[in-house]
């Protein structure tokens, strides 16, 4: 669960709840706990229906925004309040906002997993630095990973670098690894292969962008192709 300490007030019905270490306290006694101090029973997390719950609530958790904890909480009270189905079907205007992101955090992985290419570094090792919105990469490795099992994967991060080697996930010192995402002869390489493939006369920007959107333009390389060229369609 999310630090709680000095946001009590945007916490809505968990304002004037008593603060506890959630993730030392089973989810059955929590549920009890919410039943003696707010009179609200939630028993149906502990069934299959409050699963979809937690899994918006890690996905939320994920979405980099400073109102994370805020969106978090009014989504369970709505939930709590309402029943799960009020929430999980964005009923509510938090509750919508609370869904969308989990989607967001998805769609985000699904995006990277396709559109993510390395370079080669040495000792078996693929080097990238993805363009993330959010607290993915570790989500978007575990995935990639399975494509190549034999690779060391690195993902270079503002702060850090996350490698993947054997299913396991650590963190290294970004230098380690930033001169090799600074090699650029593999996006000409891709450039080349692009153009090649390029067909003039079913040129269609608007397809490609529903493809790739547009905040990915000036990251990937086919990208820069399509602002030039939606461009010249001005």
Known sequence: MPSLRGEQEKLGLFM??????????SIA??????????????????E??????????AGNLRYQSPDQTAVIFAALE?????????CLCGIGDVSRIFVARTRAVW?????????????PAT???????????HNTADLILHKISVKYPKNRLVVLLADKALVIEN?????VARHEYEQYANDDSFEKAWD?????????ARKNIRLAQRVIPRKYWDWLTEGKILEQESTTML
């Not at 709505?78 to 009020?86: E, L, M, P, T, V």
């Not at 299913?167 to 963190?171: A, Y």
């Open 16 to 25: 004037h709840t008593t603060g506890i270490e959630a993730d030392a306290h």
């Open 29 to 46: 006694d929590l549920v009890k706990r919410l039943y003696q101090e707010c009179s609200l029973n939630a028993s149906w997390l502990l």
């Open 48 to 57: 299959p229906s409050g699963k979809p719950l937690f899994h918006h609530i």
């Open 78 to 86: 709505q939930a709590i309040r309402y029943g799960h189905a009020y």
């Open 107 to 119: 769609h985000e992985v699904h995006r990277m997993v396709g559109f993510i290419r390395f370079n």
């Open 123 to 133: 000792d078996n090792t693929l080097v990238t630095t993805p363009r993330l919105y």
């Open 167 to 171: 299913g396991k996930l650590t963190s």
């Open 192 to 200: 080349t292969y692009y153009n090649s493939q390029y067909i003039e």
